[in-house]
């Protein structure tokens, strides 16, 4: 069982900010996946998807972002999950608009969502950043996040949403590289070059399974680290 956490503000005001990506991905999930309906549990809203026998909870903290940590950590213990279990897709200003990284535990980085976990669970869980650009002057960075995409930013936002959708599975699976590489042909597929036909994108190497000798021995941040290897 895994906890996907998306961070955003509640509220019709907020829902197409920039630092609302992070509830944008999930809704998407959600839809992509015929599941539903958000329900209000633990300080926010929470459903339910299935990957083949993986069960993953999307939760939306409803605190506003500062206060995200409360939410998690309540469903977190809920369900008693470590927070190796939890991942959080959040907006990311250090990222170009359209990209995505993976990233397992470290620090906050001054997102206040990300310093609202950290306080709750400790930073050993993964992180689904999401770019959104930077205005370029920190003085501007509060008015940036929650202003809404511009119009010419809506196919790159929906290419971004789409990708997520499609490379879901693999993130629920552990197969981060098959994650990523969805994203990457969803927002940059390849162009035939002369007429031919692009080039199939090439498989991430299968994964090894841990040796449960060796999986005991690991802190909870490698195990999360080797989910995305």
């Known amino acids: 069982m895994q906890l996907w956490v998306g961070l955003g503000n509640p509220g019709a005001k907020y829902a197409g900010n920039r630092h609302n990506i992070g509830f944008m991905a999930l809704d998407r ?46 469903a977190m213990r809920f369900h008693k999950l470590s927070p190796a279990d939890v991942t959080v897709f959040h907006d990311e200003l250090d990222l170009a608009p359209g990209k995505l990284r993976l990233k397992a535990g470290g620090g906050h980085a001054g997102h206040n969502g990300l310093r609202s976990i950290h306080q709750h669970i400790g930073p050993d869980y993964a992180r689904v950043r999401l770019g959104i650009g930077h205005p370029g002057y920190k003085d501007r960075v509060s008015g940036y996040v929650l202003s809404d995409f511009a119009k010419a930013e809506g196919a790159m936002l929906d290419d971004l949403l789409r990708g997520i959708c499609d490379g879901a599975a693999k993130l629920a699976q552990g197969d981060g590289p098959g994650f990523t590489n969805a994203v990457a042909l969803r927002v940059n597929p390849p162009r035939s070059s002369g007429g031919g036909s692009a080039k199939p994108a090439k498989a991430a190497d299968p994964k090894p399974e841990p040796q449960p000798e060796a999986e005991e021995k690991l802190s909870p941040l490698q195990r999360l680290a080797a989910r995305f290897k």
């Open 29 to 74: 999930i959600l839809e992509d996946q015929g599941g539903g309906p958000w329900r209000s549990k633990f300080q926010g809203q929470i459903a339910e998807v299935r990957f083949g026998s993986e069960k993953v909870w999307l939760l939306k903290p409803a605190t506003f972002m500062n206060l995200s940590g409360q939410s998690v950590g309540e």
